[in-house]
């Protein structure tokens, strides 16, 4: 427990930090070419070069900040950087961290705070105390820039400026502040600048903008397969488990490719799942996964957030598919023009968001979320409690190989039976039970798995747990199309439009929908058709027949083939229905 606590300490994915300069040195993979990149720049500058301002660009989670400060730690003599002379005796570094942003709103607030930071490190260095006597702005900035040039010359040091997320410092900032320091960091050999953000901003890269062309872009990449598992190596070594990674190394080589799909190479992600390829079994990982989720949250929400309102729309209409979509598809989700559409996913591709996927079969470019993380992420946070187990479903999917889960299932199944014979007492049984069917969902599994969920429905049923039972049915409608029992999911869906008779609630409604989209999907047209028919014959509610309407359309036109159909309903109404037509059609 108490390695646990220091452990948890010492990594600290969202606030890198608040990490000693061994353990940061320790940790970090992949990023040899900045460093190196930076560092020369550096050290050229303390002899004699001019500056050369930096910025770090990649995404939330690749490093930035990680980096900004074991290089902080360089400059401050906390640590050795191999091939790499310390300079700590030619610079003096300021930190001035994301969190510290909302204070730094002026030009003038930016050169208190780095003044006051320098004053802290030497006390006794007046200088560095900006009289009380001036008032004005002007009067600051003007003694600020003088000092910086004075006290460099004079105590021939060079100050390097270290500015976490630049792009939300100056956004903050009114033009002409731009064009004041602009101006003096082109005309002086004291300061340098070493900034990050998590994308090419247009402070920067506008013609127009003081700032144009004058900072040199240092692209953090994600991490290729051989560096994610150096990550993982690094951080069982940081635990005390290298023997165990030893043993676990041909394992883990078999699963980079999973983890490459999860998380896109992003750095913070691979350190996430540490947590889940560290157990060792399914059900450990159903417990971490939980987990993972509420951790990822603050991170997801970061990312989301920095974008603009209609990438943020589009990005989530990704996440919701269950899979590559083109921009046609997405345009008809969102409901934003075409050519918007094609913009901002450009955008969201070149900013490491989307990712094009190509099909031999297909002219049509789709495009994926980068982190499959991401879109588990974000249907955990936005289904209801009773569909989660699908999050946890596709994980497994991508983690875990058939093999290896049948056996996890046996091991599980005879596990539970042991305890019933035993009468064990067990609280949580029926929840072990349901993981079960879970996990019966995931692979080829059918007589067990008809056996517990007959037997968990049979007890629902008697407790008249309405709700549970239809979120069951469902789990096993869906295993049944994953293994091309159509007859059986089938009959499960007349069990629900039965229901649906009986019990006209919203859950049940869902249930149907959903599964008429994933007919569609599988462009199973038979199947389709059938359950359309049946929809008409068993349900009379007028709003839940008005919820199918699209189905319904789609349905008669596979039927009777006659396009007239489609002029009786609402233009957008008859977009979706040819959507799925084309699917069934080619």
Known sequence: MEHERRRKAALNPFSPWKSNAETLHRTIVGRDYAIKDILEKTH??????????????????????????????FYEKNCILPGFETIADDVLAVLLLEEERFSLSSLVTLLMKVFEKLHEKAPGHETWKI??????????????????????????????????????????WKGKEYKILRAFLSDQQAVMILGTAIKIFKEIISPQEPFYEFFEIVPLSDLSDAQMLEML?????????????????????????????????????????????TKKNVFEVEDATNELMESLSEYFRNRFSDLAPQQRTILDAFAEMEGPATPKEISNKTRIKAQSTHAHIKALKDAGF????????????????????????RQNTTISGRRRFKVLIKLLKLYFTPEELKEDFQRSTEHLDTEKRLNKETDNWDARLTHLI???????????MEGLSGKIIKEKLEEYQIIDVI????????????????????????????LNEWHKINEVQEVIALYLRQLVDLKNRELFVNAVNSAREHISDQNLLELLKAFLYAGRYLQEGNKVILEEVFPEVREIILDMIEKFEG
Request: contains cysteine; charged residues 35%; glycine residues 4%.
């Open 44 to 73: 050229r500058f303390c002899n004699g070069a001019p500056p050369k301002h930096c910025l770090l660009v990649g995404r939330r989670g690749m490093g930035k900040t990680h980096l900004l400060s074991l290089v902080y730690h």
């Open 131 to 172: 009289p009380a006597r001036l008032q004005a702005d002007e009067d600051v900035i003007e003694y600020c820039f003088d000092n910086f040039k004075n006290i460099s010359k004079s105590e021939n040091k060079k100050i390097i400026l270290l500015c976490d997320n630049l792009e939300d410092i100056f956004k903050q």
């Open 233 to 277: 190596k690094r951080r069982f070594i940081e635990d005390g488990l290298e023997e165990e990674f030893n043993k676990k190394e041909k394992y883990l080589k078999d699963k980079v490719a999973a983890i490459a799909k999860l998380t896109g190479g992003n750095p913070r992600l691979v350190v996430f799942l540490y947590d889940i390829v």
């Open 354 to 377: 989307l990712e094009s996927v190509e099909f031999a079969k297909h002219k049509i470019t789709r495009y994926d979320v980068t982190e499959r993380l991401f879109r588990l992420w």
């Open 438 to 448: 879970n996990k019966a969902c995931l692979g080829e599994f059918g007589e067990q």
């Open 471 to 498: 979120q069951f049915i469902y789990r096993i409608m869906e295993a049944c199309l994953e293994k091309h029992d159509t007859e059986r999911a089938n009959d499960l869906y007349l069990t629900l439009l039965k």
